[in-house]
Protein backbone atom coordinates (compact mmCIF):
# COMPACT_ATOMS: atom_id res chain seq x y z
CA UNK A 1 0.00 0.00 0.00
CA UNK A 2 2.97 2.70 0.96
CA UNK A 3 4.81 1.77 -2.25
CA UNK A 4 1.73 2.87 -3.96
CA UNK A 5 0.95 5.55 -2.73
CA UNK A 6 4.47 6.20 -3.20
CA UNK A 7 4.14 5.78 -6.74
CA UNK A 8 0.74 7.77 -7.12
CA UNK A 9 2.65 10.90 -5.33
CA UNK A 10 5.96 10.64 -7.94
CA UNK A 11 3.52 10.63 -10.72
CA UNK A 12 1.15 13.47 -9.53
CA UNK A 13 4.32 15.71 -8.85
CA UNK A 14 6.05 14.35 -11.62
CA UNK A 15 8.69 17.14 -12.54
CA UNK A 16 7.10 18.00 -15.88
CA UNK A 17 4.10 18.70 -14.17
CA UNK A 18 4.81 20.73 -11.66
CA UNK A 19 5.08 23.87 -13.83
CA UNK A 20 1.51 23.55 -14.55
CA UNK A 21 0.95 23.04 -11.07
CA UNK A 22 2.84 25.88 -10.29
CA UNK A 23 0.50 28.06 -12.64
CA UNK A 24 -2.64 26.77 -11.52
CA UNK A 25 -1.33 27.84 -7.67
CA UNK A 26 -0.27 31.37 -8.87
CA UNK A 27 -3.97 31.57 -10.63
CA UNK A 28 -5.44 30.47 -7.46
CA UNK A 29 -3.64 32.98 -4.84
CA UNK A 30 -2.72 35.70 -7.64
CA UNK A 31 -5.91 35.81 -9.75
CA UNK A 32 -5.88 39.39 -10.41
CA UNK A 33 -2.59 38.89 -11.91
CA UNK A 34 -4.01 37.49 -14.55
CA UNK A 35 -6.61 39.86 -15.32
CA UNK A 36 -7.84 40.20 -18.96
CA UNK A 37 -5.78 36.97 -19.92
CA UNK A 38 -7.10 34.27 -21.44
CA UNK A 39 -6.78 31.84 -18.61
CA UNK A 40 -7.44 28.15 -20.62
CA UNK A 41 -4.91 29.13 -23.04
CA UNK A 42 -2.87 29.97 -20.57
CA UNK A 43 -3.08 26.84 -19.14
CA UNK A 44 -2.93 24.95 -22.07
CA UNK A 45 0.66 26.78 -23.09
CA UNK A 46 2.17 26.01 -20.32
CA UNK A 47 0.95 22.25 -20.24
CA UNK A 48 1.87 21.60 -23.78
CA UNK A 49 5.26 23.04 -23.89
CA UNK A 50 6.34 21.56 -20.24
CA UNK A 51 4.40 18.37 -20.02
CA UNK A 52 3.39 16.72 -23.32
CA UNK A 53 6.29 17.68 -25.95
CA UNK A 54 8.74 16.53 -23.63
CA UNK A 55 6.46 13.42 -22.04
CA UNK A 56 5.88 12.52 -25.86
CA UNK A 57 9.72 12.83 -27.20
CA UNK A 58 10.58 10.71 -23.62
CA UNK A 59 7.76 8.24 -24.72
CA UNK A 60 9.33 8.04 -28.41
CA UNK A 61 12.95 7.75 -27.12
CA UNK A 62 11.59 4.46 -25.05
CA UNK A 63 9.98 3.34 -27.93
CA UNK A 64 12.77 3.69 -30.71
CA UNK A 65 15.35 2.16 -27.63
CA UNK A 66 17.56 5.18 -26.73
CA UNK A 67 16.25 4.42 -23.03
CA UNK A 68 15.08 1.62 -21.62
CA UNK A 69 13.04 2.80 -18.63
CA UNK A 70 11.36 6.39 -18.11
CA UNK A 71 12.82 5.69 -14.68
CA UNK A 72 15.82 6.11 -16.34
CA UNK A 73 17.84 4.81 -13.53
CA UNK A 74 21.33 5.11 -15.50
CA UNK A 75 22.74 8.41 -15.58
CA UNK A 76 23.77 7.96 -19.45
CA UNK A 77 20.21 7.13 -20.11
CA UNK A 78 18.81 10.65 -18.94
CA UNK A 79 21.38 12.54 -21.45
CA UNK A 80 19.53 12.78 -24.39
CA UNK A 81 15.99 12.67 -22.48
CA UNK A 82 17.40 16.13 -20.61
CA UNK A 83 18.31 17.68 -23.46
CA UNK A 84 15.68 17.49 -25.29
CA UNK A 85 13.49 18.60 -22.28
CA UNK A 86 16.24 21.66 -21.60
CA UNK A 87 15.20 22.49 -25.42
CA UNK A 88 11.37 22.89 -24.46
CA UNK A 89 11.89 24.67 -21.12
CA UNK A 90 13.65 26.76 -23.25
CA UNK A 91 10.53 27.28 -25.43
CA UNK A 92 8.50 27.33 -22.46
CA UNK A 93 10.16 29.83 -20.84
CA UNK A 94 10.42 32.00 -24.00
CA UNK A 95 6.23 31.60 -24.86
CA UNK A 96 5.69 32.77 -21.27
CA UNK A 97 8.07 35.85 -20.90
CA UNK A 98 6.47 36.96 -24.48
CA UNK A 99 3.09 36.22 -23.21
CA UNK A 100 3.48 38.96 -20.34
CA UNK A 101 2.73 36.18 -17.40
CA UNK A 102 3.00 37.36 -14.01
CA UNK A 103 6.48 38.16 -12.25
CA UNK A 104 6.46 35.00 -10.29
CA UNK A 105 5.93 32.77 -13.69
CA UNK A 106 8.78 34.40 -15.50
CA UNK A 107 10.74 33.55 -12.85
CA UNK A 108 9.50 29.85 -12.21
CA UNK A 109 10.40 28.83 -15.61
CA UNK A 110 13.41 30.48 -15.87
CA UNK A 111 14.81 28.64 -13.12
CA UNK A 112 13.07 25.42 -13.93
CA UNK A 113 15.51 25.95 -16.88
CA UNK A 114 18.29 26.84 -14.58
CA UNK A 115 17.84 23.75 -12.31
CA UNK A 116 17.66 21.44 -15.83
CA UNK A 117 20.69 22.87 -17.02
CA UNK A 118 22.68 22.68 -13.39
CA UNK A 119 21.32 19.22 -13.12
CA UNK A 120 22.43 17.94 -16.72
CA UNK A 121 25.63 19.28 -16.10
CA UNK A 122 25.85 17.53 -12.77
CA UNK A 123 24.00 14.24 -14.37
CA UNK A 124 27.70 13.83 -15.91
CA UNK A 125 29.33 12.78 -13.10
CA UNK A 126 26.50 12.05 -10.24
CA UNK A 127 23.24 11.02 -10.36
CA UNK A 128 20.42 13.37 -9.08
CA UNK A 129 16.82 12.69 -8.33
CA UNK A 130 14.80 14.85 -10.66
CA UNK A 131 11.59 14.90 -8.27
CA UNK A 132 13.36 16.76 -6.15
CA UNK A 133 14.87 19.58 -8.67
CA UNK A 134 11.19 19.92 -9.50
CA UNK A 135 9.57 19.68 -6.21
CA UNK A 136 12.37 22.37 -3.87
CA UNK A 137 12.13 24.51 -7.43
CA UNK A 138 8.33 24.84 -6.34
CA UNK A 139 8.78 25.29 -2.51
CA UNK A 140 11.58 28.54 -3.52
CA UNK A 141 9.11 29.63 -5.81
CA UNK A 142 6.13 30.34 -3.40
CA UNK A 143 8.97 31.16 -0.29
CA UNK A 144 9.39 34.01 -3.07
CA UNK A 145 5.92 34.42 -3.43
CA UNK A 146 5.52 35.33 0.16
CA UNK A 147 7.41 38.49 -0.43
CA UNK A 148 5.25 39.28 -3.68
CA UNK A 149 1.98 37.54 -3.15
CA UNK A 150 -1.33 39.88 -2.95
CA UNK A 151 -2.50 37.63 -0.55
CA UNK A 152 -1.60 35.42 1.89
CA UNK A 153 0.47 32.45 0.89
CA UNK A 154 2.08 31.15 3.96
CA UNK A 155 -0.29 28.11 4.28
CA UNK A 156 0.16 27.30 1.03
CA UNK A 157 4.52 26.79 2.31
CA UNK A 158 3.37 24.40 4.72
CA UNK A 159 1.77 22.40 2.49
CA UNK A 160 4.45 22.48 -0.19
CA UNK A 161 7.29 21.77 3.08
CA UNK A 162 4.89 18.57 3.67
CA UNK A 163 5.11 17.81 -0.07
CA UNK A 164 8.39 17.90 -0.30
CA UNK A 165 9.17 15.98 2.47
CA UNK A 166 6.84 13.27 0.74
CA UNK A 167 8.43 13.37 -2.54
CA UNK A 168 11.66 13.11 -0.80
CA UNK A 169 10.40 9.81 1.14
CA UNK A 170 8.77 7.93 -1.56
CA UNK A 171 11.86 8.59 -4.18
CA UNK A 172 13.70 6.67 -1.46
CA UNK A 173 11.68 4.19 -0.59
CA UNK A 174 10.55 3.04 -4.11
CA UNK A 175 14.65 2.75 -4.29
CA UNK A 176 15.12 5.31 -7.31
CA UNK A 177 17.08 7.65 -5.19
CA UNK A 178 19.58 7.59 -2.29
CA UNK A 179 19.88 10.18 0.54
CA UNK A 180 22.98 12.28 -1.46
CA UNK A 181 20.65 12.15 -4.85
CA UNK A 182 17.59 13.44 -2.77
CA UNK A 183 19.73 16.25 -1.29
CA UNK A 184 21.93 17.57 -4.30
CA UNK A 185 18.54 17.67 -6.26
CA UNK A 186 16.78 19.68 -3.40
CA UNK A 187 19.83 22.08 -3.46
CA UNK A 188 19.81 22.40 -7.23
CA UNK A 189 16.00 23.22 -7.50
CA UNK A 190 16.59 25.80 -4.75
CA UNK A 191 19.18 27.35 -6.10
CA UNK A 192 17.99 27.55 -9.90
CA UNK A 193 14.84 29.15 -8.70
CA UNK A 194 17.69 32.33 -6.64
CA UNK A 195 19.84 32.50 -9.97
CA UNK A 196 15.90 33.36 -12.26
CA UNK A 197 15.31 35.84 -9.37
CA UNK A 198 18.12 37.57 -9.86
CA UNK A 199 18.40 37.42 -13.42
CA UNK A 200 14.71 37.87 -14.54
CA UNK A 201 13.73 41.30 -15.79
Do not use: C
Not at 54 to 66: N, Q, R, S, V, W
Not at 179 to 195: A, D, H, K
Amino acid sequence: MIRILARILSYILHPLLLPTWMLLLLLYTNPYSFAGMPIQMLIAMVFINSFMFPAITILLMKKLGFIESLEMPDTKQRIIPMIATIVFYIWAYMAVKKTNFPFMMGVFMMGAVASLLLAFFINVFHKISLHMVGISGVLTSVMLLLLFSQTDVSYLLLLVVVLTGAVASARMYLGAHTLNEVYSGFLVGMFGQIIALFLYH
